[in-house]
C-alpha cells in the first residue's frame, strides 16, 4: 500500500445508511410528487429509472434526508442473484425516493462521493456473496456489508476524485455510445417501417416486381448445440458458451460454462454475428462479446444472399408475433417452431431498391455493432484498472 493512503471498513467512511421507503403510497398526480426507482442496478453501474407510478407524499412524513442526491450510492437489498448489486445516482432533477428494497450509502468528510462510488464497484463480487437464504428471496446482509467491505482510498481528496475521473471518462463513453446506438436503432426501424410496411416512398403501394417470401427464404437459421457434449479436452484453453443468459447480458463473464475451441467453425460466434434466442427469453440481436460457442436454444443467423442489415431487421420485424406464439404454447418454457420461420412472411425488394436501401442501412447497422465492440473494449479496460487504482497498485499518472 502506498503512503498516505488509509483502509476501513466501509462503516468508517459513510455518513448516511438507509433503506428505501416502501411504495405505498396514494397514486396521484400532481404538485407533490416523487418519482420511483426501480430496484434493479444494472451492470454498467447505473440505474434504471421508472416514471410510471407518482405518489402523494403529502399524507406521510418523509425525511428530508429520504430524498436522493446526486452521487448516492444504491445497493440491491433483496432478490436472488441480484441482492448487493451496486449502482450510483447522478442527474437527480426532481425530488426522488428510492424503492424499499434498496440501501442508500452516503460517504462522509474522508472520502469523494465518486470515488466510494467505484470503491464499491471494485468489491461487487464479494458484496453480492454478502446475501442470506437459500431458497426464494435473498437478503442483503446489512451488517456484515458495513463491516467486511473495507475501502482503501488516498488520503488526499484530490487524489481520490483523479482516479474516479479516469474510471468516470471511461464510463461516459460508454454511456456515449449506447445512447448513440439508441438512436441509430431508432432510425433504422423507422426507415424499414417507411420502406416495408408503409411502402413510404412509392405512395403507399407495394412495388409490384417486388415478391414475397419467408425468413428462411432470405437465411440460414443455425440451432446450437448441446456444449455440455463439447467440454474442452485436455490442454484446450476453453471457449465461453453462448447461452440466452450471455445474450440478455450482453457479454460472457467468469460464470459463463466453456465448450472446445475445436467445435466446427460455424458453431462459433463472433462480433457481429445476428444471434436469435427462439425458446424462452426470444430476442434478436447483434452479439458483440467475443468469440465464443453456440449453445442449443439459439440460432445464429446467416445468409449467403442477402445482407445482414436485411435479415437482421426482418427477423426482428416478426419478433414480437414469435413472442405471442411462444407464451400461446408456453407450459415450462416458451419456445416457437421453425415453421414458424416459414410462415414468416418477408417482402423481397428489386436488386436496386435493395441496393439503395442497404447503402443507407448497412453503415448504420455496422456502427452500432462498432460501438458496442468498442464499450466492451472500454469496460474491460475499466474493469482492469478499477481495482488496481482502488488499492494504490497503480497511479493515474501512471496510465496516462
Known amino acids: ?58 399524507k406521510r412524513s418523509v425525511p428530508q434526508e429520504k430524498y436522493l ?76 456489508l458495513l463491516a467486511e467491505i473495507e475501502v482503501s482510498y488516498p488520503i488526499s481528496l484530490g487524489e481520490q476524485e483523479a482516479i474516479a ?43 409490384s416486381e ?29 471457449l465461453p458458451v453462448l447461452k440466452i443468459k450471455e445474450l440478455r447480458q450482453g457479454s460472457c463473464d467468469s460464470a459463463s460454462e466453456l465448450c472446445s475451441p475445436s467445435i466446427r467453425s460455424n458453431y462459433i460466434v463472433h462480433d457481429g454475428d445476428v444471434i436469435f434466442s427462439w425458446s424462452g427469453s426470444l430476442l434478436v440481436d447483434f452479439w458483440c462479446g467475443g468469440d465464443c460457442g453456440l449453445n442449443q436454444h439459439l440460432f445464429k443467423v446467416t445468409s449467403r444472399k442477402y445482407d445482414k442489415w436485411f435479415y437482421y431487421a426482418w427477423t426482428c420485424h416478426h419478433l414480437a408475433q414469435f413472442v405471442a406464439m411462444a407464451a400461446d404454447k408456453a407450459t415450462t418454457m416458451g419456445h416457437i417452431k421453425r415453421e414458424a420461420l416459414e410462415n414468416a412472411e418477408v417482402i423481397i425488394p428489386d436488386e436496386d431498391s435493395y441496393r439503395q436501401l442497404g447503402d443507407f442501412l448497412a453503415p448504420l447497422y455496422d456502427r452500432v455493432i462498432n460501438n458496442r465492440v468498442e464499450s466492451r473494449k472500454l469496460s474491460h479496460l475499466r474493469d482492469s484498472l478499477l481495482p488496481k487504482l482502488m488499492t494504490g497498485e497503480i497511479s493515474v499518472e501512471g496510465i496516462r
Open 69 to 144: 442526491r446526486d452521487e448516492d450510492i444504491l445497493i440491491n437489498s433483496t432478490g436472488t442473484g441480484t441482492a448487493g448489486r451496486i449502482a450510483q445516482l447522478s442527474n437527480v432533477q426532481c425530488p426522488t425516493i428510492v424503492d424499499g428494497h434498496m440501501i442508500v450509502l452516503r460517504g462522509n468528510e474522508k472520502i469523494t462521493p465518486r470515488y466510494l462510488g467505484y470503491a464499491l464497484k471494485a468489491q461487487q463480487a464479494k458484496v453480492l456473496q454478502l446475501d442470506e437464504g437459500s431458497t426464494g428471496q435473498t437478503e442483503l446482509d446489512r451488517g456484515r
Open 165 to 207: 475521473a479516469t474510471l468516470s471518462t471511461l464510463d461516459a463513453r460508454i454511456a456515449e455510445n449506447k445512447k448513440i446506438n439508441h438512436h441509430l436503432e431508432q432510425m433504422t426501424q423507422a426507415i424499414f417501417k417507411s420502406w416495408f410496411v408503409d411502402f413510404e416512398p412509392f405512395d403507399g403501394e407495394q412495388p
Open 1 to 58: 500500500m502506498p503512503s498516505k493512503w488509509a483502509t476501513e471498513p466501509l462503516i468508517g467512511v459513510v455518513s448516511y445508511i438507509a433503506k428505501g421507503i416502501p411504495p405505498a403510497y396514494v397514486e396521484v398526480e400532481g404538485d407533490n410528487t416523487v418519482r420511483v426507482l426501480n430496484q434493479k442496478c444494472n451492470r454498467d453501474f447505473a440505474i434504471s429509472y421508472t416514471e410510471s407510478r407518482l405518489h402523494d407524499l403529502s
Open 210 to 238: 417486388w415478391q414475397i417470401g419467408s425468413l428462411i427464404d432470405i437465411a440460414d437459421y443455425l440451432n446450437g448445440l448441446a456444449m455440455q457434449r463439447f467440454r474442452p479436452a485436455t490442454g484446450e484453453v476453453g
